[in-house]
């Protein structure tokens, strides 16, 4: 590979990396919107972000097919090949965070006419708030290849999450003292869970940035507790199938 | 011992013969450099003109270097002195050839194209624009960017063309956030002023068109009553108008010496009926014995009040209240914390706007004029100070005015 391909491939490893920046930007306003939108009753707006989440599908994919295409005419390694396959993945995350926005617009919609209790709204301002602060740590910490914020992430979510309880339990609380029917109830409960999903998302990402920036996979710490959990208990089941019959199927995998 | 002796001998012997030889070569080659012994041949015309009209050319080439070099300096000034214009531009500017590759852009510029977060939607928009102006079109987007900080961004872009023969394009990015917040506080105003003045009188109209139908004395009755709340919610309006037009009147202009401590103490002693009658508690904790400052009694009570009659009309029943009176070596701070329905927070910093609602079917209902906090605010500015918000919405608001202390006791 010459020096001029490879310097191309690092130009559009740099314009991925900016897309994604976009992407992210793109994401967050989207729910930002929504918020807005659900908090002044806005249907019109309401209908214009599902419409506009054409744009982040669009964006997602191609930043999808210019890694694909990477990969194919590259056959970048190690680094290289992390930081594509992370690209790939974030992308997906981001373009899920768009589509949560999209479900906070629905989720106004069947509960068009309902008066929000004041406590609920301040509540969804500020769920909104912490997920848009988490999407952009996520993107700092994959701009500047920081796996220290990125590991970071997983504790400042505990925030949001205690939103989520907190916004739960001043719910059940105000359809009882608010009159709240049980269709904008359920909505509600949907809405915070939505808000509590986006900054799952961030938390994604930032396990992506990690493995990108070494290659560890903190997603697969469930894997290995599986194992520990699992394993010495199908070394059992192995053990009492072979004493049972010798010819028994092996179902316990 | 005897050979080292034959050796020593042997060197020295040699570099002795060796200084020899060196002395009278370097006595011919003196005589030889001797100008008096060195004849020339006698130089021709033609030889002589030919050497000075090479030194002239190199004079000349020297000059023109000269030339060149001093020029290439003013260039590289006249450029840096361009690039360090566009860079104190507060507007970005990119500009592309005729390519649309970028040629140039400014620090402002640079920040939009290299932004992560709610910015980054900007550098798009420049490339698309750049894009269509050099197809010869002038177009101009706005772009708005809603998670907090809320900005509004324009774009615009056009081609650059001289002489018919197109160069390129260019691009500008105006934050456009503070001229429309402007031009929304303008808009609005006009609105509301005229909301709050026609609503009553309409409702007085109607009223008397009633009783002039209506000669039952028992609906007569009631309907005088309706037209008493109209006309004292009027009176009420052009009362705190006249308020708000004498507080501007008087700015900056200094005071007799007020006990802010006292200021507080009557206004909560005003509030405290309608606050019972509210099933609202007003707590006074007044946490500094220095509360003396420069101003005028009647405003700073006005302005207390103000705050703390918000506080008990947005409480729940059974809610509290909390005013502190505070003090720390520049300032007096009083603040008035409620546990009411508080105040979004797009809304918070346009409350303090004549005649802004958050919501105004709600405010209605709870009588107020509007210009409340617009009063609050001028009369903190008159003292110097300032007032300021935090709220979340359901869980009630902090006021907070700061009254700077005189600096000359």
Request: net charge negative; glycine share 6%; proline share 3%.
């Amino acid at each position: 590979m010459t020096e001029q391909t490879r310097k191309g491939f690092h130009a559009e490893i740099d314009e991925i990396s900016d897309l994604i920046v976009q992407l992210a930007a793109r994401a967050s306003d989207a729910v930002a919107r929504a918020t807005d939108a659900l908090l002044k009753y806005d249907l019109a707006e309401a209908q214009q972000i599902i419409d506009d989440d054409d744009y982040i599908d669009v964006a997602a994919i191609e930043v999808e097919e210019r890694c694909q295409s990477l990969l194919a005419l590259q056959q970048p390694m190690a680094g290289d090949l992390r930081q594509i396959l992370a690209a790939m993945w974030i992308t997906g995350e981001l373009e899920r965070t768009g589509g949560l926005a999209c479900n906070i617009c629905k989720g106004a919609r069947r509960m068009f006419r309902t008066e929000l209790p004041p406590r609920l709204r301040g509540l969804i301002a500020e769920m909104n708030e912490e997920a848009i602060r988490l999407i952009r740590l996520s993107v700092d910490s994959y701009s500047e290849h920081d796996a220290a914020l990125a590991s970071a992430l997983h504790d400042i979510d505990d925030r949001l999450d205690s939103l989520h309880r907190t916004f739960v339990k001043t719910l059940l609380e105000s359809s009882r003292t608010h009159d709240l029917d049980v269709q904008p109830s359920m909505q509600l409960a949907l809405i915070a869970r939505y808000y509590e999903r986006i900054g799952d998302h961030a938390v994604n990402i930032s396990d992506r940035v990690r493995y990108m920036v070494s290659g560890v996979m903190p997603w697969r710490a469930g894997l290995a507790r599986h194992r520990v959990r699992d394993e010495p208990r199908k070394h059992e089941l192995a053990a009492d199938s072979a004493e049972m019959s010798s010819n028994g199927d092996d179902k316990a995998d | 011992m005897t050979s080292l002796i034959i050796g020593v001998l042997l060197v020295v012997g040699g570099a002795m013969v060796g200084i020899a030889l060196d002395r009278s070569l370097l006595r011919r080659w003196i005589r030889n450099r001797d100008p008096r012994r060195h004849h020339p041949a006698p130089e021709t015309r033609a030889a002589s003109s030919r050497r000075r009209s090479a030194r002239h050319a190199i004079e000349d080439a020297e000059r023109r270097v000269e030339s060149a070099e001093a020029g290439q300096l003013s260039a590289e000034t006249a450029a840096s002195r361009v690039e360090a214009s566009l860079d104190a531009l507060q507007a970005g500017l990119v500009l592309c050839d005729r390519n649309g590759r970028v040629v140039a852009q400014n620090t402002a510029a640079t920040q939009f194209l290299q932004a992560r977060h709610g910015e980054a939607l900007v550098a798009p928009v420049i490339k698309d624009l750049l894009e269509q102006a050099r197809s010869g079109e002038l177009v101009t987007t706005r772009v708005e960017l809603h998670a907090e900080p809320r900005r509004s961004y324009e774009v615009r872009a056009g081609p650059v063309e001289r002489g018919g023969e197109m160069l390129g394009a260019v691009a500008l990015v105006h934050d456009i956030t503070e001229h429309d917040r402007i031009e929304s506080v303008r808009r609005d105003f006009v609105a509301n002023v005229s909301h709050e003045l026609k609503t009553p009188i309409g409702a007085l109209s109607l009223l008397a068109d009633s009783l002039a139908a209506d000669s039952d004395p028992e609906v007569a009755a009631h309907l005088a009553g309706r037209m008493q709340i109209e006309i004292q919610r009027v009176a009420n309006t052009i009362d705190d108008l006249l308020t708000l037009a004498m507080l501007e009147d008087e700015s900056g202009r200094p005071g007799a010496r007020v006990d802010v401590g006292a200021v507080v103490a009557a206004a909560v002693d005003r509030i405290s009926e309608t606050a019972e009658q509210n099933d609202v508690k007003v707590v006074l904790s007044n946490r500094t014995a220095a509360t003396a400052i420069r101003g005028s009694r009647l405003h700073l009570e006005s302005a207390v009040f103000n705050l703390l009659d918000n506080a008990v009309k947005f409480s729940e029943s059974g809610g509290r209240v909390d005013v502190v009176v505070e003090a720390d070596q520049q300032a007096l701070t009083v603040s008035v914390t409620d546990e009411g329905i508080g105040i979004p927070a797009t809304e918070q910093s346009r409350i303090f706007e004549r005649f802004y609602r958050v919501d105004r079917a709600r405010s209605r209902s709870t009588g107020g004029t509007g210009l409340g906090l617009a009063i609050v605010r001028h009369v903190a500015l008159n003292h110097g100070g300032d007032v300021s918000v935090t709220s979340r919405e359901g869980f009630g608001a902090k006021f907070t005015v700061t009254l700077p202390l005189d600096s000359g006791d």
